[in-house]
């Protein structure tokens, strides 16, 4: 039979934390206690320092402290790079508006410098101007004045947002200059901005180049910026970046789902020959990417000095050949298979959310719809966001083998499991679900406040949505600070005598990383046993605790509020035990396949008022009755869906989108402009690695959001279609360790974890699928990670130990699948269990991109991973995806995984790779672990023992893997883990255990692989 293919390790060595380390199994440090609503502020020397908190980067560009958002004024002079950003300097929140700057020799070690252009204020501290997107040149010709040829200025120049505040210009957005003679370190505002106005609202981000027209009358500067709600590009030029002259306009074209940002235009030539070159116009879009929310795409065409003219257009909407089930083109909800049932919501004046009948594109003053057919369509735009309901066709039988659907509208897909109403479990009623009579407060009902949260000040009858009644406790309204309220309301005691304790909350969201503590509890002798917070927004959902163990027990509640400004606070109602837990709400705007009642397929918007198609394989419900039905179950932004043309089809119909130039394919890639006069005319571009769908709530504490790795772009003849291909810059080998490399072979299905592990990895992987439905890489793994969900660990026998016995291991499994599905021809990047992805209901996500397979049948892939991001590339850069994500810092395994069948690694390489950022010296101390392994007989089966005793001078988390289980465990200085690890059978071959030792604060790391005899226990 096939067996996993055989890696093994070079060389053995000693592994720093960051570094990969030779073992099977990364030490997982253990869950810390229960938190404690009385803690006070940690001692400064318990908090982590600057680059060492959770998920921080080693590899990307993060500030120090607070906000950060597009890269802005990306340029090289004298010897230096210069990485300018939108910034906020004083807090973790979008806000204050500012360039914050950033400078390298290298484009991966950066450092943080001050401020560089601060918002303007006026005489009372109040912002008139924030300092938007732009862009940074050096003007060697010094044709602005503002500087000597001699010692050229650099210039700046960005989008001035006038605020409210400022007397002339308020709510205008216009292009200004600041420049400076020191080489980019500190900089001065033109006295005469702004020198480019157009009286528009949403008129920014400029991106200024040299365009060199072969003569000096017809070379100048020219300017990129956009209308960003009309979806154009409006082009200028200028002789001396203050006076400037209109050009042309560019789009709408292709992407048009939300805004356009951040533009970039460029030449290239074609695969590096310079008699064949190609301007590229790069445009970012929120939301509406490929991915969803945040992205940015690309066109290829010509620039003649005075018009883009793109090749790369995609025009119309193909419609597939089959048996049309509804087009929306009647005057009513008719349709070839009948009439559709349309049930809006009662009592709303506008017949929403459908209306009376389809809709002619969009309504009530919605952005433009496109990406329809003909002239009608299904809208739950009627009435707004606010208006639910669902529109549902008659039966049909299902004969073809796929069903297309174009479908836009919000990005808020069906939740398995979920219900469409708002309804309580059965069960009994806490406090009467605070209904409490007139005059009458919590204090009435046993419960006390402390700090700023007085019971008798609750309940509120104030604040969210979705809460039941007319009262509920809202720590907003709890006291007189609003969202800056700290303290703690704490119920009378309670039996818990169910299963399930049931809540809807609502408010801000903290989590456990977070120094500020916002969370509901749950108290059983004082001690917190159950804990959770709020989903950052108004509308309360059902959240449930699984308390079968805790069943006859005396409980308190206690609302816990120590968090302050922006979301600062709780709203909590209807507490229900219960022998069921709650089901959530679902806020889905969907179009979905309904057969027997049940939902067997369900499509989504992308937050985007473009239609695009949707296609779902239906060959396993070939001759059943099916319906089509709508869901609009939102009420706030993007609470709409669209759908038009339901064709039953023989085979799958690509998205139009797929065929549009995308920079990347994944969540977390925007604002992504290029370097102005970079050496060696190489054209280097920046990406923000965020999406402004979650950017917000993402679990960083102190700071918020990185860089993409630089990467250098070119152009390349895909078959005949012009593409852009992007690789990480080559600096990043001078951060390469030793590398490790595995031997070719098969690899059966299943996931096989790697004697590799790390958090700073650069991984090769050429795969063949073979017979394989997927094949690829999990990486970040836990201990016990499988791609399937059931687990990998194995539970140890019972033996008697002294001292710390090594018996816990991770209470939840967390990994990130990298993989490519021969199915479909895609590669997958699957980060539902990557670790926290619960701050937010719109981060969990699978993202994929087509991707060829070589001629010889191979696929290759290149990863790159950080401490908080995944950056994978593929069909020679062409195909790239970008996605942040969160795990625990003791996740760190790789594994091979392949499902449905066997698949040939041709190669496999992993480079660990030394922090860039933040980085400390490598320590030179030896992390001492002894390690004994045999092979022993017990009850007549054979197991593998392994005791790991701790010579160390500080505790130290140990993990040990063998070929039949893997567990982990924190020894103290000069104890010792053990574990037998069963193996089920009577006789066993010789073989390896792979132990880790790691310091708790993970500042050594070391590996060991120790050889076990054969036994026979017949």
């Known amino acids: 039979m096939s067996v996993p293919v055989p890696l093994r390790p070079r060389r053995r060595r000693l592994a720093t934390a960051g570094l990969l380390s030779v073992a099977l199994l990364v030490a997982t440090i253990p869950p810390s206690g229960a938190v404690d609503v009385a803690r006070t502020p940690a001692p400064a020397e318990a908090v982590p320092d600057v680059g060492h908190e959770p998920y921080r980067p080693g590899l990307h560009y993060s500030p120090a402290q607070n906000w950060m958002n597009d890269p802005n004024g990306l340029?090289?002079?004298?010897?230096?790079?210069?990485?300018?950003?939108?910034?906020?300097?004083?807090?973790?929140s979008w806000g204050n508006m500012s360039w914050g700057h950033a400078t390298s020799p290298d484009l991966l070690t950066w450092t943080e410098q001050p401020v560089a252009i601060p918002q303007t204020l006026d005489a009372d501290g109040v912002s008139v101007e924030d300092i938007f997107s732009g862009s940074v040149v050096v003007d060697h010709g010094n044709t602005s004045g503002f500087g000597t040829v001699e010692d050229p200025p650099l210039v700046a120049v960005y989008t001035s947002a006038y605020t409210p505040a400022h007397p002339t210009l308020a709510g205008i957005q216009a292009q200004s200059l600041a420049y400076s003679t020191d080489g980019g370190y500190t900089w001065t505002k033109y006295a005469a901005n702004p020198v480019l106005d157009r009286d528009s609202a949403n008129f920014r981000d400029p991106k200024v180049f040299w365009y060199d027209g072969g003569t000096p009358e017809t070379s100048y500067w020219v300017m990129v910026a956009v209308e960003a709600v009309d979806h154009q590009v409006e082009m200028y030029r200028s002789a001396d970046l203050k006076d400037w002259d209109h050009l042309s306009t560019f789009g709408p074209a292709n992407a048009v789902g939300g805004i356009w940002e951040c533009p970039d235009l460029f030449e290239l030539a074609v695969d590096g020959d310079p008699q064949n070159t190609r301007w590229v116009l790069v445009v970012n879009l929120n939301p509406g990417s490929i991915g969803g929310g945040s992205g940015g795409q690309y066109f290829v065409g010509d620039f003649d000095g005075t018009t883009f003219t793109s090749e790369s257009t995609v025009e119309g909407v193909p419609v597939p050949d089959g048996d049309l089930l509804a087009d929306f083109e009647g005057p009513g909800w008719d349709s070839p298979i009948g009439e559709w049932t349309v049930s809006n919501e009662p009592g709303n004046e506008a017949d929403g959310p459908f209306g009376t009948a389809p809709a002619n594109g969009a309504v009530n003053g919605q952005q433009a719809v496109t990406g329809f057919v003909g002239t009608g369509l299904a809208n739950s735009f009627v009435g707004g966001d606010w208006p639910v309901g669902t529109l549902e066709s008659p039966p049909f039988a299902i004969e073809r083998d796929h069903l297309s659907l174009l479908v836009g509208g919000g990005k808020h897909p069906r939740v398995p499991g979920a219900q469409l109403g708002n309804e309580p479990p059965v069960g009994s009623l806490l406090w009467d679900g605070f209904e409490l009579p007139d005059g009458e407060t919590l204090a009435d009902v046993g419960w006390t406040g402390t700090g700023d949260l007085a019971a008798t000040e609750s309940p509120s009858t104030s604040g969210g949505d979705y809460y039941l009644g007319a009262r509920r406790i809202n720590t907003f309204d709890g006291g007189p600070r609003g969202d800056d309220n700290v303290g703690t309301l704490t119920s009378p005691e309670f039996t818990i005598d169910a299963g399930h304790l049931s809540m809807l909350v609502g408010g801000g969201r903290r989590v456990d990383s977070d120094d500020q503590v916002l969370q509901v509890q749950l108290l059983v002798d004082g001690d917190v046993v159950r804990h959770l917070t709020g989903p950052q927004a108004g509308a309360l959902n059902w959240q449930s605790w699984d308390v079968t163990d805790l069943r006859g027990s005396t409980a308190r509640l206690r609302v816990v509020d120590e968090a302050t400004g922006g979301w600062g606070h709780l709203t909590l109602d209807h507490v229900v035990l219960s022998d069921e837990p709650a089901l959530v709400r679902s806020d889905e705007t969907s179009?979905?396949?309904?057969?027997?009642?049940?939902?067997?397929?369900?499509?989504?918007?992308?937050?985007?008022?473009?239609?695009?198609?949707?296609?779902?394989?239906?060959?396993?419900?070939?001759?059943?009755?099916?319906?089509?039905?709508?869901?609009?179950?939102?009420?706030?932004?993007?609470?709409?869906?669209?759908?038009?043309?339901?064709?039953?089809?023989?085979?799958?119909?690509?998205?139009?989108?797929?065929?549009?130039?995308?920079?990347?394919?994944?969540?977390?890639?925007?604002?992504?402009?290029?370097?102005?006069?970079?050496?060696?005319?190489?054209?280097?571009?920046?990406?923000?690695?965020?999406?402004?769908?979650?950017?917000?709530?993402?679990?960083?504490?102190?700071?918020?959001?990185?860089?993409?790795?630089?990467?250098?772009?070119?152009?390349?003849?895909?078959?005949?279609?012009?593409?852009?291909?992007?690789?990480?810059?080559?600096?990043?080998?001078?951060?390469?360790?030793?590398?490790?490399?595995?031997?070719?072979?098969?690899?059966?299905?299943?996931?096989?974890?790697?004697?590799?592990?790390?958090?700073?990895?650069?991984?090769?992987?050429?795969?063949?699928?073979?017979?394989?439905?997927?094949?690829?890489?999990?990486?970040?793994?836990?201990?016990?990670?499988?791609?399937?969900?059931?687990?990998?660990?194995?539970?140890?026998?019972?033996?008697s130990a002294t001292e710390e016995s090594a018996t816990e291991e991770s209470s939840t499994e967390e990994g990130t699948l990298v993989l490519y599905d021969a199915r479909t021809g895609r590669v997958v990047v699957d980060r539902t269990r990557s670790g926290d992805v619960g701050f937010h209901p719109d981060f969990a996500s699978v993202s994929s991109m087509p991707v060829e397979h070589h001629t010889d049948g191979t696929v290759h892939l290149s990863v790159y991973v950080d401490r908080a991001s995944v950056?994978?590339?593929?069909?020679?850069?062409?195909?790239?995806?970008?996605?942040?994500?969160?795990?625990?810092?003791s996740s760190l395994g790789l594994a091979l995984v392949a499902e449905g069948g066997e698949a040939e690694i041709r190669s496999l390489t992993v480079t660990p790779l030394r922090a860039s950022m933040f980085a400390e010296p490598t320590p030179t101390v030896e992390l001492d672990v002894d390690v004994d392994v045999d092979a022993r007989c017990l009850g007549g089966k054979a197991y593998v023992a392994v005791r790991a005793t701790n010579q160390h001078d500080e505790p130290v988390v140990v993990g040990m893997e063998s070929a039949y289980g893997s567990r982990t465990s924190t020894v103290s200085p000069g104890k010792f883990a053990y574990q037998a690890f069963g193996t089920r059978a009577t006789r066993i071959s010789a073989g390896e255990v792979n132990v880790v030792g790691t310091t708790v604060d993970g500042g050594l790391s070391r590996a060991y692989s120790v050889a076990h005899g054969p036994i026979d226990c017949g």
């Not at 340029?75 to 973790?92: A, K, S």
């Not at 119909?653 to 995308?662: C, F, I, K, N």
């Not at 850069?877 to 970008?882: A, E, H």
């Open 871 to 889: 950056e994978v590339f593929a069909a020679d850069g062409t195909r790239t995806i970008t996605d942040q994500v969160f795990p625990d810092p």
């Open 75 to 92: 340029v090289f002079h004298d010897g230096t790079y210069h990485l300018y950003y939108q910034h906020n300097p004083y807090g973790t």
């Open 591 to 799: 179009v979905n396949l309904v057969v027997d009642g049940e939902v067997v397929r369900s499509a989504t918007g992308r937050d985007s008022e473009h239609l695009d198609w949707t296609s779902w394989d239906v060959r396993d419900l070939h001759g059943q009755q099916a319906t089509i039905r709508v869901v609009d179950n939102n009420r706030f932004g993007w609470g709409h869906v669209l759908l038009d043309q339901v064709v039953a089809t023989d085979h799958p119909t690509d998205p139009v989108a797929e065929s549009y130039g995308w920079l990347d394919w994944g969540r977390d890639y925007y604002a992504t402009v290029s370097f102005d006069n970079a050496p060696d005319d190489r054209r280097l571009m920046v990406g923000w690695m965020n999406n402004w769908s979650y950017s917000g709530a993402t679990p960083t504490s102190g700071w918020r959001s990185a860089m993409t790795l630089p990467r250098e772009v070119t152009l390349t003849d895909s078959g005949g279609r012009i593409e852009l291909a992007q690789r990480v810059v080559p600096e990043i080998d001078e951060l390469a360790g030793e590398p490790w490399t595995g031997e070719p072979g098969t690899v059966v299905a299943g996931t096989h974890p790697l004697p590799v592990t790390g958090d700073l990895l650069q991984i090769d992987l050429d795969v063949d699928p073979g017979t394989a439905e997927r094949v690829g890489l999990a990486v970040r793994t836990s201990a016990g990670f499988s791609a399937d969900g059931r687990g990998t660990g194995e539970p140890a026998p019972e033996e």
